[in-house]
């Protein structure tokens, strides 16, 4: 049963590709979405090139700011996969050859007749101390040390990963939404929004405006773990949308 405080998380993405536009991810949404199931809230995300020093800070911010920090990329076998070093360096740990992720690779290489050699072999590094996340895509593990857990950047596999994790993470209480939807501008909306805000501050209200071939439309957002507020805060939004002459939208079943 989830817990009924609020679990909060931070992603750090890593890696010059993303920087440069190369590779899109697609890590994001789908972490973000796995996470509110469970309760816990993506508070922060963070996108660092593969340069030390940078991981190594973000690492230290993120983890004392929240209950669990994500990262996904740079474990790999090449000579800008620094993620593992730079975590253990940001806990002050030796990294070390993990003897069962080396068991699991060689396990898989035997197999498949890949060739052992240092390079792979740098797959097998960890932080001392550090369990292991399972990937049953292509064996080389993530690892989790204290509330960081370091995935792969390639979705399938930080997919996998990030499927194996759920009995380790304890979340609080879902975060619900409502959304309304009305045809008035948002600069119509702007200012009684504003004091519904200050009504019900508890409740994250957010408006979202899109262009429709009817005219202008928005969506207001309302977000909170307690039903009944957020029940009484959508209806306030719809009385004030028909206070401005607005219409709200049915929404779809």
Known sequence: MAD????????????????????KDANLPFIAEGLGTMGIRLSEVRV???VAEEIIGAVNVLREKYDYLFTTGGIGPTHDDITAECVAAALDLPLVQNVEARRRLEERWASTGIEINEARLRMANTPEGATLIDNPVSAAPGFQIENVFVMAGVP???QAMFGSLRERLVGGAPLLSESVVCNLPEGQLATGLAALQERYPD???????????????????????????????AAAVMVLIDE???EVEPQEP
């Open 244 to 246: 401005l002459g607005g």
């Open 4 to 23: 009924s405080k609020i679990v909060t998380a931070a992603l750090l993405i890593i890696g010059n590709e993303i920087l440069s536009g190369r590779t």
């Open 48 to 50: 660092v090139p593969d």
């Open 156 to 158: 399938k596999i930080m």
């Open 203 to 233: 409740v994250d209200i957010g408006s979202y405006p899109s262009y429709a071939h009817s005219g202008f439309r928005v969506a207001v957002v309302l977000r909170h773990t307690d039903a009944d507020l957020l029940e009484a805060a």
